[in-house]
């Protein structure tokens, strides 16, 4: 008796392919236990009805263990359970040792979702997964302010119901934190997002492109770029470089004609005073 349990151990409650090919998705358990019915009670009537030796047994369960594996490796398999999966059903294993479905063991949180934009930007975030969600979910929006965290005593409720969209038509430097959503059925948690928006005011932005032209223009003994690192910068248009010579000329000429009218009219007050105090010239 105790050599039969042992190879029935070995044949079907230790084989990997038996325990693999039983990891069917949730609600085919019942198939499960139909197909091993067919194969074990030809055995098992056979066994009240002809004495046999033990090795033909031995093959005849084996064989049974095999059509098991080809038939059950025909149901649908678990419809995937990867991160962000949560505890949702559907990630769930039959587990044949147990008779019962193992959940998902993957962790319900997700990993923070960092989002940049600038002030009185739209910005939308989703609270989508990666599987069917049951019929009667709820999403809840919890929002942490300045805050990139994942501890739930943080947040505060913003909407409830079973919208997975939150949407801030603008953005403004009160709207950075941890935006929190998380899916619920039946008062059971299913899979927590989290999304960590940073907002840059528009001065700030301002200034730094200032900065950024200023620091092209010149080098910190005030004099301009070389041609070698000016060529590495953006060239400005024939249009532009036309009117900064025209400019240059202009005021040049304009320089040489104030200068010429001011020592014409040095000479002219020499003559004239020269004249005034010698009436005899």
Same mark, same amino acid.
């Not at 990867?82 to 039959?94: K, L, N, R």
């Not at 590495?232 to 104030?258: D, E, M, N, Q």
């Given at each position: 008796?105790?050599?039969?349990?042992?190879?029935?151990?070995?044949?079907?409650?230790?084989?990997?392919?038996?325990?693999?090919?039983?990891?069917?998705?949730?609600?085919?358990?019942?198939?499960?236990?139909?197909?091993?019915?067919?194969?074990?009670?030809?055995?098992?009537?056979?066994?009240?009805?002809?004495?046999?030796?033990?090795?033909?047994?031995?093959?005849?369960?084996?064989?049974?263990?095999?059509?098991?594996?080809?038939?059950?490796?025909?149901?649908?398999?678990?419809?995937?359970?990867?991160?962000?999966?949560?505890?949702?059903?559907?990630?769930?294993?039959?587990?044949?040792?147990?008779?019962?479905?193992?959940?998902?063991?993957?962790?319900?949180?997700?990993?923070?979702?960092?989002?940049?934009?600038?002030?009185?930007?739209?910005?939308?975030?989703?609270?989508?997964?990666?599987?069917?969600?049951?019929?009667?979910?709820?999403?809840?929006?919890?929002?942490?302010?300045? *805050?990139? &965290?994942?501890? !739930?005593?943080?947040?505060? /409720?913003?909407?409830?119901? @079973?919208? #997975?969209?939150?949407?801030?038509?603008?953005?403004?430097?009160?709207?950075?934190?941890?935006?929190?959503?998380?899916?619920?059925?039946?008062?059971?948690?299913?899979?927590?997002?989290?999304?960590?928006?940073?907002?840059?005011?528009?001065?700030?932005?301002?200034?730094?492109?200032?900065?950024?032209?200023?620091?092209?223009?010149?080098?910190?003994?005030?004099?301009?770029?070389?041609?070698?690192?000016?060529?590495?910068?953006?060239?400005?248009?024939?249009?532009?470089?036309?009117?900064?010579?025209?400019?240059?000329?202009?005021?040049?000429?304009?320089? *040489?004609? &104030?200068?010429? !009218?001011?020592?014409?009219? /040095?000479?002219?007050?020499? @003559?004239? #005073?020269?004249?005034?105090?010698?009436?005899?010239?």
């Amino acid at each position: 008796m105790d050599a039969c349990f042992m190879r029935l151990d070995a044949i079907f409650n230790y084989n990997s392919q038996v325990i693999e090919s039983a990891r069917v998705g949730a609600g085919y358990d019942q198939q499960l236990n139909d197909i091993m019915d067919a194969e074990i009670q030809p055995i098992l009537q056979d066994f009240y009805q002809t004495p046999n030796y033990d090795y033909v047994y031995e093959q005849r369960l084996q064989t049974a263990a095999d059509n098991f594996v080809a038939a059950a490796s025909q149901l649908p398999r678990v419809s995937g359970c990867y991160p962000p999966c949560g505890f949702q059903d559907a990630g769930a294993v039959y587990n044949c040792k147990t008779c019962k479905y193992d959940s998902c063991e993957f962790p319900l949180d997700c990993p923070v979702e960092e989002i940049k934009v600038m002030e009185n930007t739209r910005i939308r975030m989703w609270c989508k997964v990666p599987f069917d969600l049951p019929s009667d979910f709820q999403a809840v929006w919890r929002f942490a302010e300045e *805050l990139n &965290t994942q501890q !739930l005593d943080e947040f505060k /409720e913003v909407t409830a119901g @079973v919208d #997975t969209l939150f949407s801030i038509p603008s953005t403004s430097p009160h709207h950075q934190g941890t935006y929190q959503c998380e899916i619920y059925s039946d008062q059971r948690s299913i899979v927590r997002l989290y999304y960590y928006l940073s907002v840059t005011p528009q001065n700030e932005v301002g200034h730094t492109e200032l900065q950024e032209i200023f620091d092209l223009s010149l080098l910190p003994g005030g004099s301009l770029l070389p041609t070698a690192d000016l060529s590495r910068h953006s060239r400005p248009s024939a249009v532009l470089l036309g009117a900064y010579v025209s400019a240059v000329l202009l005021l040049l000429l304009l320089s *040489l004609g &104030t200068l010429y !009218l001011l020592s014409t009219s /040095e000479k002219r007050g020499d @003559v004239e #005073t020269d004249a005034i105090g010698d009436p005899k010239c």
